[in-house]
């Protein structure tokens, strides 16, 4: 067959139409998919699959187009047909209104993926490959302390050198107008594996401060170094020989002239900021240090064996404040999840009372004594001082900014409540207990997609923290994807909030049998989630039972009544007037 024929053949037979249709086509399937399928989460081989088989698709309707023509008796062979009969060829009218369609629907994929880029920087949705980090807006007066490599030879020397990164830390933290990350999130690029951008990009920071510690003998000397984190460019640097006479005075002593100078470098200002001293003694940091490591890991056995650590510091050091506010912390968290509220709800006042008589400019204290008050003693005004006053005094704590966040929304000031977990996260972005209760937020809102991927992203930080399938469970059966939930409730780690998700989850699913039994174990292991219990009831929508919990819940002081005002699962309640009484009964400050 001639070239000229051949290609005259390829138009006779509709080809080039059926190949320019199918490659349209293909493109918005493409397109389509590269919005979809991030939403629902699929591994990047489902797209992979997916675009191998549209190419193979275009093959094989080539092949067809050649070899089968459509005509007014059904599918024949081409071959089958004569020559001289023409093909029934394309209306060209509708060839042309299918592209103008085409068009149209191009065009609205552009638009929606343009305004969904700028809307997810907008509120700081969460990137993928960001483990919990927001693609936060970056400001150039921020700063992420790594922690200063230990370069003595002695791994006992680790201590000093993690110390002296804390104490640059919390010395920073006092410069009101410098963005600091907090320890958790900073601490996490200790093994220097990444690039300064990719940190700075993690962490939402322009600069990073590293370095090096080195003792020898009576002396140490440590060299300091700002990095511009989208380049690696060293922006400042300082030496510093010291005899080590007291340690603690020497690492106090170079985390303000470390502040004093990157003030200067970075703020223009040349006001000295001081640090707060923690303690004086080496054991007891070291303590400290074990108890803070459990405590992050947020799960009832952990924040057990973190008390343990802070009593030894607290033994060694008994005017150890920082160890005071974060054992109240966790005897706050024990007495929630255990129902042992009468002994460690009044250990955790108790220490929150010492931190605060201790150390008075330590936002850590108030921030501890304010959230006993709200949190467990329901004294909303006291505690909300006490938090605001925790701010204050460090408006970038990730304690302060964690906690204040955490009871706003139990007021029903949703958008104020947001706003302050968004701040929460940029202070300290790699932290579990911010992101979780970020998507806890957004929960309560109703922004079921961004709760479910911010929520998903604290279950990566800390995977055994308690309670860190909730929100995932939830938010599927609000979105009516029972089977999602019923996984999600299988990987709660914590047995107690396993039982409520998988009674919710259950239900949710239509199987009643499996429901029953999941409420029974929860009622009968019922540990201080009586109000779990009452939620289950308003989602099965057995009013009475319902309400018999949520008094049960009132009587016993379950804090998860805080949530009354803006829990989604009590919605078919709402108009009962028992539950306007519940409401009264609670003592919410009344707002604007």
Do not use: C
Request: hydrophobic share 45%; glycine share 6%; net charge negative.
């Amino acid at each position: 067959m001639k070239i000229s024929n051949f290609f005259a053949e390829l138009k006779r037979r509709n080809v080039y139409k059926v190949a320019i249709t199918y490659a349209v086509v293909a493109w918005l399937l493409v397109q389509a998919a590269s919005i979809l399928l991030p939403t629902f989460e699929a591994p990047t081989w489902v797209m992979k699959t997916f675009v191998v088989f549209l190419a193979l698709g275009f093959v094989i309707s080539v092949m067809i187009s050649w070899a089968f023509e459509a005509t007014p008796e059904g599918l024949k062979r081409t071959k089958d047909i004569s020559p001289d009969t023409p093909l029934p060829s394309w209306n060209p009218r509708k060839f042309a209104t299918f592209i103008v369609v085409v068009a149209v629907m191009a065009t609205g994929l552009f638009a929606y993926q343009f305004l969904r880029s700028g809307s997810l920087r907008d509120v700081g949705q969460i990137e993928e490959g960001r483990p919990g980090g927001a693609s936060l807006p970056i400001s150039q007066k921020s700063i992420a302390v790594l922690p200063l490599l230990n370069e003595s030879g002695d791994p006992k020397d680790e201590y000093f050198s993690d110390g002296l990164s804390e104490e640059l830390i919390a010395a920073l933290a006092q410069i009101r107008e410098l963005k600091v990350i907090g320890r958790s999130s900073s601490f996490r690029f200790k093994e220097r594996k990444e690039e300064p951008k990719t940190i700075g990009e993690k962490l939402g920071v322009a600069t990073l401060l590293e370095g090096t510690v080195r003792k020898q003998g009576e002396r140490v000397r440590i060299v300091a170094e700002l990095i511009n984190a989208a380049d690696g460019i060293e922006l400042w640097t300082r030496t510093f020989d010291r005899e080590l006479k007291d340690i603690f005075a020497v690492q106090q002593e170079i985390a303000a002239a470390v502040a004093s100078s990157l003030k200067t470098t970075l703020l223009g200002s040349e006001q000295a900021s001081s640090a707060n001293p923690a303690t004086k003694n080496t054991e007891a940091h070291n303590a400290y240090l074990l108890g803070h490591y459990y405590f992050q890991r947020r799960n009832l056995e952990d924040y057990r064996k973190a008390v343990s650590h802070y009593d030894e510091a607290i033994r060694l050091d008994p005017n150890y404040a920082l160890a005071y506010a974060e054992r109240s912390e966790a005897w706050t968290l024990i007495g929630d999840l255990t129902g042992e509220v009468k002994t460690a709800w009044a250990t955790a006042r108790e220490d929150g009372e010492k931190a605060v008589a201790i150390a008075p400019g330590l936002a850590e204290a108030h921030a501890a004594l304010g959230w006993v008050h709200f949190f467990t003693e329901w004294k909303f005004a006291e505690g909300l001082s006490e938090l605001k006053r925790a701010k204050e005094l460090s408006p970038t704590n990730p304690t302060a900014n964690d906690l204040l966040a955490r009871v706003i929304v139990y007021l029903g000031k949703l958008d104020e409540a947001e706003e302050q977990a968004r701040q929460a996260v940029e202070s300290d972005p790699l932290a579990f207990p911010a992101q979780n209760n970020l998507g806890r937020v957004l929960w309560f809102e109703g922004k079921l997609d961004e709760a479910d991927a911010i929520a998903r992203k604290a279950a990566e930080l800390q995977p055994t923290a308690a309670s860190s399938r909730r929100w995932q469970v939830l938010v599927a059966i609000q979105r009516g994807d029972s089977e999602t939930a019923l996984r999600e409730a299988q990987l709660e780690p914590d047995e107690s909030y396993r039982r409520f998700e998988l009674a919710v989850a259950q239900f949710a699913r239509g199987d009643r049998k499996a429901a029953d039994a999941a409420l029974a174990d929860l009622i009968a292991h019922d540990q201080g989630l009586d109000y779990q219990v009452a939620q289950v009831y308003a989602v099965r929508g057995e009013k009475e039972k319902a309400f018999e919990w949520l008094q049960i819940a009132f009587d016993n002081h379950d804090t998860g009544m805080l949530a009354l005002l803006v829990d989604p699962l009590l919605h078919g309640l709402r108009d009962d007037p028992r539950y306007k009484a519940l409401v009264a009964k609670m003592k919410f400050p009344a707002t604007p």
